[in-house]
Protein backbone atom coordinates (compact mmCIF):
# COMPACT_ATOMS: atom_id res chain seq x y z
CA UNK A 1 0.00 0.00 0.00
CA UNK A 2 1.11 3.40 -1.09
CA UNK A 3 1.98 6.17 1.55
CA UNK A 4 -0.28 8.35 -0.20
CA UNK A 5 -3.34 5.81 0.45
CA UNK A 6 -2.44 4.83 3.62
CA UNK A 7 -5.08 5.51 5.69
CA UNK A 8 -4.51 3.72 9.05
CA UNK A 9 -3.43 6.78 11.16
CA UNK A 10 -7.20 7.22 11.59
CA UNK A 11 -7.29 4.24 13.52
CA UNK A 12 -5.42 6.04 16.40
CA UNK A 13 -8.11 8.57 16.71
CA UNK A 14 -10.73 6.19 16.58
CA UNK A 15 -10.72 6.28 20.94
CA UNK A 16 -10.53 10.42 20.75
CA UNK A 17 -13.51 9.86 18.57
CA UNK A 18 -15.76 7.69 20.70
CA UNK A 19 -14.58 10.10 23.76
CA UNK A 20 -15.76 13.15 21.86
CA UNK A 21 -19.04 11.42 20.90
CA UNK A 22 -19.73 10.08 24.39
CA UNK A 23 -18.74 13.76 26.03
CA UNK A 24 -20.31 15.98 23.18
CA UNK A 25 -22.23 14.25 20.78
CA UNK A 26 -24.82 12.36 22.83
CA UNK A 27 -25.25 14.57 25.18
CA UNK A 28 -25.64 17.21 22.59
CA UNK A 29 -28.48 15.08 21.31
CA UNK A 30 -30.49 14.61 24.58
CA UNK A 31 -30.79 18.46 24.87
CA UNK A 32 -31.79 18.84 21.32
CA UNK A 33 -34.73 15.83 22.31
CA UNK A 34 -35.50 17.74 25.27
CA UNK A 35 -35.94 20.99 23.28
CA UNK A 36 -38.72 19.82 21.10
CA UNK A 37 -40.82 17.91 24.06
CA UNK A 38 -42.51 18.92 27.37
CA UNK A 39 -41.00 17.13 29.66
CA UNK A 40 -43.04 16.02 33.18
CA UNK A 41 -42.29 13.87 36.10
CA UNK A 42 -41.86 9.57 34.97
CA UNK A 43 -40.12 10.86 31.94
CA UNK A 44 -43.36 11.69 30.18
CA UNK A 45 -42.60 13.31 26.71
CA UNK A 46 -45.20 15.38 24.77
CA UNK A 47 -44.28 17.14 21.72
CA UNK A 48 -43.76 20.71 21.63
CA UNK A 49 -41.89 21.08 18.17
CA UNK A 50 -40.73 25.01 18.13
CA UNK A 51 -42.44 26.17 20.78
CA UNK A 52 -39.91 26.10 23.28
CA UNK A 53 -37.60 28.39 20.84
CA UNK A 54 -40.46 30.95 19.80
CA UNK A 55 -40.72 31.72 23.58
CA UNK A 56 -36.86 31.74 24.07
CA UNK A 57 -36.38 33.97 21.14
CA UNK A 58 -39.78 36.08 21.84
CA UNK A 59 -38.34 36.51 25.70
CA UNK A 60 -37.11 39.87 26.24
CA UNK A 61 -35.35 38.07 29.50
CA UNK A 62 -33.56 35.85 27.19
CA UNK A 63 -32.50 38.77 25.50
CA UNK A 64 -31.35 41.04 28.71
CA UNK A 65 -28.97 38.35 30.05
CA UNK A 66 -27.72 37.52 26.40
CA UNK A 67 -27.42 40.79 26.26
CA UNK A 68 -25.05 41.17 30.16
CA UNK A 69 -23.22 38.01 28.63
CA UNK A 70 -22.24 39.66 25.91
CA UNK A 71 -20.88 43.03 27.74
CA UNK A 72 -19.51 40.96 30.28
CA UNK A 73 -17.41 38.69 27.70
CA UNK A 74 -16.26 42.25 26.06
CA UNK A 75 -15.28 43.82 29.00
CA UNK A 76 -13.23 41.00 30.48
CA UNK A 77 -11.05 40.20 26.71
CA UNK A 78 -10.47 44.06 26.39
CA UNK A 79 -9.32 43.96 30.28
CA UNK A 80 -7.24 40.52 30.05
CA UNK A 81 -5.82 40.76 26.43
CA UNK A 82 -3.81 44.26 26.65
CA UNK A 83 -2.83 43.40 30.09
CA UNK A 84 -1.63 39.51 29.43
CA UNK A 85 0.26 41.01 26.71
CA UNK A 86 1.77 43.47 28.70
CA UNK A 87 3.11 41.68 31.74
CA UNK A 88 4.61 39.05 29.25
CA UNK A 89 6.57 41.39 27.55
CA UNK A 90 7.78 42.59 31.27
CA UNK A 91 9.12 38.72 31.82
CA UNK A 92 12.69 38.05 31.58
CA UNK A 93 12.95 35.54 28.53
CA UNK A 94 14.95 33.26 30.52
CA UNK A 95 16.56 32.77 33.81
CA UNK A 96 14.78 32.00 37.71
CA UNK A 97 13.19 35.06 37.79
CA UNK A 98 10.89 34.42 34.12
CA UNK A 99 10.76 30.92 35.73
CA UNK A 100 9.44 32.61 39.00
CA UNK A 101 6.75 34.94 37.42
CA UNK A 102 5.55 32.21 35.06
CA UNK A 103 4.84 29.71 38.52
CA UNK A 104 3.11 32.66 39.65
CA UNK A 105 0.88 33.69 36.63
CA UNK A 106 -0.01 29.97 36.48
CA UNK A 107 -1.22 29.49 39.89
CA UNK A 108 -4.87 31.32 39.79
CA UNK A 109 -5.29 28.89 37.15
CA UNK A 110 -4.56 25.75 39.23
CA UNK A 111 -7.31 26.90 41.65
CA UNK A 112 -10.81 25.46 41.38
CA UNK A 113 -13.44 27.55 40.17
CA UNK A 114 -15.71 27.27 42.96
CA UNK A 115 -12.62 27.72 45.49
CA UNK A 116 -12.20 30.86 43.94
CA UNK A 117 -15.72 32.03 43.93
CA UNK A 118 -15.43 31.48 48.03
CA UNK A 119 -12.16 32.87 48.21
CA UNK A 120 -13.01 36.62 46.62
CA UNK A 121 -16.93 36.02 48.62
CA UNK A 122 -15.23 36.04 51.63
CA UNK A 123 -11.99 38.49 50.46
CA UNK A 124 -14.55 41.22 49.24
CA UNK A 125 -17.37 40.82 51.97
CA UNK A 126 -17.64 43.79 53.97
CA UNK A 127 -18.40 42.20 57.18
CA UNK A 128 -15.46 39.85 57.28
CA UNK A 129 -13.00 40.18 54.61
CA UNK A 130 -10.38 42.49 54.45
CA UNK A 131 -11.12 44.15 50.95
CA UNK A 132 -14.44 44.39 51.60
CA UNK A 133 -13.93 46.05 55.55
CA UNK A 134 -10.87 48.46 53.93
CA UNK A 135 -13.26 49.67 50.89
CA UNK A 136 -16.32 50.35 53.30
CA UNK A 137 -14.49 51.84 55.85
CA UNK A 138 -12.81 54.49 53.26
CA UNK A 139 -15.98 54.90 51.01
CA UNK A 140 -19.91 54.47 51.63
CA UNK A 141 -20.49 53.54 47.87
CA UNK A 142 -18.90 49.82 48.56
CA UNK A 143 -22.13 47.94 48.39
CA UNK A 144 -22.40 44.32 46.84
CA UNK A 145 -25.81 45.31 46.36
CA UNK A 146 -25.11 47.84 44.22
CA UNK A 147 -25.06 46.84 40.45
CA UNK A 148 -22.03 48.52 39.51
CA UNK A 149 -20.11 47.23 42.45
CA UNK A 150 -20.79 43.49 42.16
CA UNK A 151 -20.21 44.08 38.49
CA UNK A 152 -16.45 45.40 39.04
CA UNK A 153 -15.67 42.80 41.99
CA UNK A 154 -17.05 40.15 39.34
CA UNK A 155 -14.71 41.61 36.72
CA UNK A 156 -12.12 41.55 38.61
CA UNK A 157 -12.44 38.08 40.14
CA UNK A 158 -12.42 37.00 36.52
CA UNK A 159 -9.08 39.21 35.66
CA UNK A 160 -7.09 37.76 38.64
CA UNK A 161 -8.37 34.50 37.97
CA UNK A 162 -7.38 33.93 34.07
CA UNK A 163 -5.17 36.96 33.05
CA UNK A 164 -2.57 34.12 33.71
CA UNK A 165 -3.90 32.64 30.64
CA UNK A 166 -3.26 35.32 28.86
CA UNK A 167 -0.03 35.92 29.76
CA UNK A 168 1.37 32.40 29.32
CA UNK A 169 0.32 31.81 25.74
CA UNK A 170 1.58 35.62 24.80
CA UNK A 171 4.95 34.23 26.69
CA UNK A 172 5.60 31.61 24.83
CA UNK A 173 4.95 33.31 21.64
CA UNK A 174 7.09 35.48 22.69
CA UNK A 175 9.76 33.42 23.50
CA UNK A 176 9.79 31.44 19.90
CA UNK A 177 10.61 35.03 18.00
CA UNK A 178 13.86 34.62 17.38
CA UNK A 179 16.84 36.49 18.54
CA UNK A 180 18.08 37.63 15.19
CA UNK A 181 15.02 39.88 14.68
CA UNK A 182 15.29 41.99 17.31
CA UNK A 183 19.34 42.36 16.32
CA UNK A 184 18.19 43.69 13.09
CA UNK A 185 15.52 45.91 14.75
CA UNK A 186 18.50 47.12 17.03
CA UNK A 187 20.39 48.08 14.13
CA UNK A 188 17.61 49.90 12.59
CA UNK A 189 17.48 51.98 15.02
CA UNK A 190 13.79 51.31 15.91
CA UNK A 191 12.05 51.82 18.94
CA UNK A 192 10.45 49.76 21.12
CA UNK A 193 6.84 50.63 20.09
CA UNK A 194 7.87 49.76 16.42
CA UNK A 195 9.53 46.74 17.71
CA UNK A 196 5.86 45.58 19.23
CA UNK A 197 4.24 46.63 16.47
CA UNK A 198 6.19 45.12 13.21
CA UNK A 199 8.10 42.03 14.98
CA UNK A 200 6.32 41.05 18.62
CA UNK A 201 2.69 41.52 17.14
CA UNK A 202 2.40 39.78 14.02
CA UNK A 203 3.95 36.64 15.30
CA UNK A 204 1.89 36.63 18.65
CA UNK A 205 -1.23 36.63 16.55
CA UNK A 206 -2.49 33.39 16.28
CA UNK A 207 -1.54 32.48 19.54
CA UNK A 208 -3.72 35.50 20.81
CA UNK A 209 -6.16 34.13 18.39
CA UNK A 210 -6.11 31.08 21.07
CA UNK A 211 -6.02 33.26 24.05
CA UNK A 212 -8.82 35.39 22.44
CA UNK A 213 -11.11 32.64 21.43
CA UNK A 214 -10.74 30.82 24.96
CA UNK A 215 -11.41 33.72 26.69
CA UNK A 216 -15.06 34.10 24.74
CA UNK A 217 -16.20 30.62 25.10
CA UNK A 218 -15.01 31.00 29.40
CA UNK A 219 -16.48 33.92 30.10
CA UNK A 220 -20.08 33.46 28.24
CA UNK A 221 -20.01 30.38 30.50
CA UNK A 222 -19.31 32.10 33.57
CA UNK A 223 -21.36 30.85 36.28
CA UNK A 224 -19.88 29.76 39.35
CA UNK A 225 -17.88 33.34 40.51
CA UNK A 226 -21.15 35.39 40.18
CA UNK A 227 -23.11 32.49 42.07
CA UNK A 228 -20.54 32.75 44.83
CA UNK A 229 -20.39 35.87 44.90
CA UNK A 230 -23.50 38.01 44.25
CA UNK A 231 -26.22 35.24 43.44
CA UNK A 232 -26.76 36.79 40.19
CA UNK A 233 -27.97 40.29 42.35
CA UNK A 234 -29.08 42.47 42.74
CA UNK A 235 -31.73 41.54 41.28
CA UNK A 236 -30.91 40.48 37.84
CA UNK A 237 -28.07 42.68 36.71
CA UNK A 238 -25.61 39.72 37.06
CA UNK A 239 -27.29 36.91 36.32
CA UNK A 240 -25.39 35.67 33.15
CA UNK A 241 -26.52 33.14 30.72
CA UNK A 242 -25.06 30.36 32.51
CA UNK A 243 -26.78 30.96 35.33
CA UNK A 244 -30.58 31.14 33.86
CA UNK A 245 -30.20 27.90 32.12
CA UNK A 246 -29.45 26.72 35.85
CA UNK A 247 -32.21 28.25 37.04
CA UNK A 248 -34.75 27.66 34.11
CA UNK A 249 -33.70 23.74 34.43
CA UNK A 250 -32.76 23.16 37.97
CA UNK A 251 -35.16 25.36 39.80
CA UNK A 252 -38.43 25.89 37.76
CA UNK A 253 -37.92 22.22 36.23
CA UNK A 254 -38.79 23.75 32.69
CA UNK A 255 -35.91 21.12 30.96
CA UNK A 256 -38.22 21.27 27.27
CA UNK A 257 -37.30 25.32 27.97
CA UNK A 258 -33.70 25.58 28.91
CA UNK A 259 -32.97 22.90 26.07
CA UNK A 260 -34.10 25.56 23.92
CA UNK A 261 -32.39 28.44 25.02
CA UNK A 262 -29.14 26.07 25.78
CA UNK A 263 -28.73 24.94 22.21
CA UNK A 264 -29.31 28.16 20.99
CA UNK A 265 -26.48 29.56 23.20
CA UNK A 266 -24.14 27.02 21.64
CA UNK A 267 -24.83 28.64 18.41
CA UNK A 268 -24.72 31.62 19.26
CA UNK A 269 -21.15 30.67 20.66
CA UNK A 270 -20.38 29.06 17.40
CA UNK A 271 -21.08 31.74 15.39
CA UNK A 272 -19.49 34.57 17.24
CA UNK A 273 -16.19 32.04 17.75
CA UNK A 274 -16.02 30.70 14.13
CA UNK A 275 -17.00 34.72 12.57
CA UNK A 276 -13.86 35.74 14.95
CA UNK A 277 -11.71 33.58 13.84
CA UNK A 278 -12.41 33.68 10.01
CA UNK A 279 -12.28 37.72 10.13
CA UNK A 280 -8.75 37.76 12.23
CA UNK A 281 -7.40 34.96 10.29
CA UNK A 282 -8.31 36.37 6.89
CA UNK A 283 -6.77 39.89 8.01
CA UNK A 284 -3.25 38.67 8.81
CA UNK A 285 -3.17 36.36 5.88
Known sequence: MSRANDNSGFLYMLPALLVLMFVVAIPIMVVVNYSVQDVFSGNIFIWAGSAWFEKTLKSTEF??????????????????????????????????????????MAIPLLIPWFVVGLIWKIFADPAIGPMGAALAGFTDTYDLNRPLVAWLVILLVDVWHWTGLVVLLAYAGLVAIPEALYQATRIDGASRWATFRYVELPRLRHVLLIALLLRLTDSLMVYIEPFMITRGGPGTSTTFLSMDLIQTAMYQFDFGEASASALIYVLIMLTL????????????D
Do not use: C, D, N, Q
Request: charge should be positive; aromatic fraction near 12%; charged fraction near 15%.
Open 63 to 104: WATLGRSALYSSLVIAIEIPLGVFIALKIPKSGRMATFYIIV
Open 273 to 284: SWALYSVLMKRH
